[in-house]
């Protein structure tokens, strides 16, 4: 009863312990799906703050150049001075004085930093004297303004007035360089924008915003981020103002207005495009998901097979104690009946009750068949013990069969006659021989031969036949009996270690439960197998199926 508490116990605790896993299982999920979803938000917003520095950085640089053409460029202009070094962004600079109908004079910025005339390019032909910027080639256009200044007193000060007036149809073009663009500037800001391993995550393109297909860098394609740049943002123009009047105390400044932003397209001339390397950003990130629970539920899968084994293995292993139980309790008795028996026969020996020679002859025969009974259930319980413990290893022997069954029955012929066992041998001739285990294999057939002396002593018939099968290449050894045959419900048990069947025990057959064992295990050692055949109230064949 206690046994049985212990095996519900078991069982209650693992399906608690699978309900929790259960429960873990949807709880994790439900994580993931959350997890997922605020991983890919953050990777999105993190996307867009680095898109949007990329811009401010680009832009912040474009306006640096609007404002070298505003103010220094329109300074060395009017001035006829020499220009220094413009921005790195700036490849040519155009002065254009634009007519009715077309441009009438340019003036192009030298290696000298002077302005000199020159000819118009092509792609500058139709550019208009705005605030404008072009995507194919990359240009800045911007108008030329004029500064005033003028004075005016006010009582004991002395007021400067700067007025600023554009100058109609006069404007500076300024191509940017492609190649500084493409290889030095956007890869160093793609760079510290979006990370220096960005490149191994994500494909960066950039396209013109007029015709959206143009690529300025890379190669367009699907976009899991867009953002618009190339807008610079006109600033005043900040050219010094003149020194004050002599004898004026102090003067004000006032400052001009913005130039205007006409022209300029909304957001930028150009557009960042940001897709993710493989699949789109979503795509990756639900597949990472599912990754993720993937390895989860073989995680759970692996904890519940666990506790499916720990579950197995208590009932096998109680299963064994059960058996070990059954074999000491078994063997006790068989071991005290052959014992008590000789120890009895030698004592009335030792005493003189033995007279005469029949007397002597009949207890020495007495005596040998009970240490004969003992040695079968020694060699028995050593040999399974040899098989189970790894300690007894196969030797690979050349086995004659019909040596083999005629030993057994040769061991067993006086016992089995003497019993009224009427012995038929049908042995096909020319049988091939067995490599294998010479006395495993006689332990096997002797095992079978007993098994059939002792449960069908009813019948008193046995046959041994050995025959070889051509279609499954083996020899098979078949011990055939008329005894009472075996229960159905009871033919897989009846190989198991230290079983004994409920007939068996009630009609007190001797044994300890161990030979049929002893014959599955010396043929599955060969790769073989034993099967059986049985009709209850008819008998039993156990076949012994041997490679060759």
Same mark, same amino acid.
């Given at each position: 009863?206690?046994?049985?508490?212990?095996?519900?116990?078991?069982?209650?605790?693992?399906?608690?312990?699978?309900?929790?896993?259960?429960?873990?299982?949807?709880?994790?999920?439900?994580?993931?799906?959350?997890?997922?979803?605020?991983?890919?938000?953050?990777?999105?917003?993190?996307?867009?703050?680095?898109?949007?520095?990329?811009?401010?950085?680009?832009?912040?640089?474009?306006?640096?150049?609007?404002?070298?053409?505003?103010?220094?460029?329109?300074?060395?202009?009017?001035?006829?001075?020499?220009?220094?070094?413009?921005?790195?962004?700036?490849?040519?600079?155009?002065?254009?004085?634009?007519?009715?109908?077309?441009?009438?004079?340019?003036?192009?910025?030298?290696?000298?930093?002077?302005?000199?005339?020159?000819?118009?390019?092509?792609?500058?032909?139709?550019?208009?004297?705005?605030?404008?910027?072009?995507?194919?080639?990359?240009?800045?256009?911007?108008?030329?303004?004029? $500064?005033?200044?003028?004075?005016?007193?006010?009582?004991?000060?002395?007021?400067?007035?700067?007025?600023?007036?554009?100058?109609?149809?006069?404007?500076?073009?300024?191509?940017?360089?492609?190649?500084?663009?493409?290889?030095?500037?956007?890869?160093?800001?793609?760079?510290?924008?979006?990370?220096?391993?960005?490149?191994?995550?994500?494909?960066?393109?950039?396209?013109?915003?007029?015709?959206?297909?143009?690529?300025?860098?890379?190669?367009?394609?699907?976009?899991?981020?867009?953002?618009?740049?190339?807008?610079?943002?006109?600033?005043?123009?900040?050219?010094?103002?003149?020194?004050?009047?002599?004898?004026?105390?102090?003067?004000?400044?006032?400052?001009?207005?913005?130039?205007?932003?006409?022209?300029?397209?909304?957001?930028?001339?150009?557009?960042?495009?940001?897709?993710?390397?493989?699949?789109?950003?979503?795509?990756?990130?639900?597949?990472?998901?599912?990754?993720?629970?993937?390895?989860?539920?073989?995680?759970?899968?692996?904890?519940?097979?666990?506790?499916?084994?720990?579950?197995?293995?208590?009932?096998?292993?109680?299963?064994?104690?059960?058996?070990?139980?059954?074999?000491?309790?078994?063997?006790?008795?068989?071991?005290?009946?052959?014992?008590?028996?000789?120890?009895?026969?030698?004592?009335?020996?030792?005493?003189?009750?033995?007279?005469?020679?029949?007397?002597?002859?009949?207890?020495?025969?007495? $005596?040998?068949?009970?240490?004969?009974?003992?040695?079968?259930?020694?060699?028995?319980?050593?040999?399974?013990?040899?098989?189970?413990?790894?300690?007894?290893?196969?030797?690979?022997?050349?086995?004659?069969?019909?040596?083999?069954?005629?030993?057994?029955?040769?061991?067993?012929?006086?016992?089995?006659?003497?019993?009224?066992?009427?012995?038929?041998?049908?042995?096909?001739?020319?049988?091939?021989?067995?490599?294998?285990?010479?006395?495993?294999?006689?332990?096997?057939?002797?095992?079978?031969?007993?098994?059939?002396?002792?449960?069908?002593?009813?019948?008193?018939?046995?046959?041994?036949?050995?025959?070889?099968?051509?279609?499954?290449?083996?020899?098979?050894?078949?011990?055939?009996?008329?005894?009472?045959?075996?229960?159905?419900?009871?033919?897989?048990? $009846?190989?198991?270690?230290?079983?004994?069947?409920?007939?068996?025990?009630?009609?007190?057959?001797?044994?300890?439960?161990?030979?049929?064992?002893?014959?599955?295990?010396?043929?599955?050692?060969?790769?073989?197998?034993?099967?059986?055949?049985?009709?209850?109230?008819?008998?039993?064949?156990?076949?012994?199926?041997?490679?060759?």
């Amino acid at each position: 009863m206690g046994r049985l508490l212990g095996a519900r116990t078991l069982v209650v605790l693992s399906l608690a312990l699978a309900l929790l896993l259960a429960g873990l299982a949807f709880v994790q999920y439900r994580w993931s799906v959350r997890v997922s979803a605020a991983d890919e938000q953050r990777e999105k917003e993190h996307l867009s703050s680095a898109a949007a520095l990329f811009a401010a950085r680009f832009n912040s640089l474009a306006t640096e150049a609007l404002e070298f053409l505003q103010n220094d460029a329109a300074a060395a202009l009017r001035n006829k001075q020499p220009l220094g070094a413009p921005p790195k962004l700036i490849a040519e600079i155009y002065a254009l004085e634009a007519g009715p109908d077309g441009p009438r004079a340019v003036e192009r910025l030298g290696a000298d930093g002077r302005f000199a005339p020159a000819s118009l390019p092509s792609w500058a032909a139709r550019v208009p004297c705005e605030n404008f910027v072009l995507s194919s080639p990359p240009a800045i256009v911007t108008p030329m303004f004029e $500064i005033a200044v003028a004075s005016k007193e006010t009582g004991a000060a002395v007021r400067l007035l700067r007025t600023i007036r554009r100058e109609p149809g006069r404007c500076f073009v300024a191509r940017l360089d492609e190649t500084y663009l493409r290889q030095t500037l956007i890869p160093r800001l793609l760079r510290e924008s979006f990370g220096p391993t960005a490149s191994t995550e994500y494909d960066f393109a950039i396209v013109s915003r007029q015709d959206g297909r143009t690529a300025e860098y890379g190669t367009p394609g699907r976009a899991d981020l867009r953002e618009p740049f190339f807008a610079p943002v006109p600033l005043p123009l900040r050219k010094k103002l003149p020194k004050p009047p002599e004898g004026a105390r102090h003067f004000n400044a006032l400052y001009f207005t913005r130039a205007s932003d006409a022209g300029l397209i909304e957001g930028g001339a150009w557009e960042l495009l940001v897709a993710r390397k493989g699949l789109p950003l979503e795509a990756a990130f639900e597949n990472r998901r599912r990754r993720d629970m993937l390895f989860s539920g073989a995680v759970e899968a692996t904890l519940l097979a666990a506790i499916a084994f720990l579950v197995l293995g208590a009932r096998r292993a109680q299963r064994l104690a059960q058996q070990k139980m059954r074999f000491v309790a078994g063997v006790s008795h068989e071991l005290r009946t052959p014992v008590s028996a000789i120890a009895m026969l030698a004592r009335n020996q030792a005493d003189g009750l033995v007279t005469g020679p029949e007397k002597v002859r009949q207890y020495g025969e007495l $005596i040998h068949r009970e240490s004969q009974r003992l040695n079968e259930m020694v060699e028995q319980t050593l040999e399974y013990a040899g098989i189970h413990s790894g300690v007894r290893k196969r030797v690979a022997q050349t086995v004659d069969v019909p040596t083999l069954i005629e030993g057994a029955i040769t061991a067993r012929r006086g016992e089995l006659e003497r019993m009224g066992f009427h012995i038929e041998l049908a042995v096909a001739p020319g049988l091939p021989a067995i490599s294998g285990d010479r006395k495993l294999l006689q332990t096997a057939v002797d095992n079978l031969v007993l098994n059939a002396e002792r449960h069908a002593a009813q019948g008193r018939w046995l046959r041994v036949s050995a025959k070889y099968s051509e279609a499954e290449k083996e020899v098979q050894i078949a011990v055939e009996d008329k005894g009472p045959g075996i229960d159905p419900a009871m033919q897989e048990a $009846i190989f198991e270690p230290f079983y004994r069947g409920p007939a068996t025990v009630e009609a007190q057959v001797p044994g300890s439960g161990l030979g049929l064992s002893l014959v599955r295990d010396a043929a599955a050692a060969h790769d073989g197998s034993v099967t059986l055949e049985t009709t209850p109230g008819k008998g039993s064949t156990f076949t012994l199926h041997l490679p060759v």
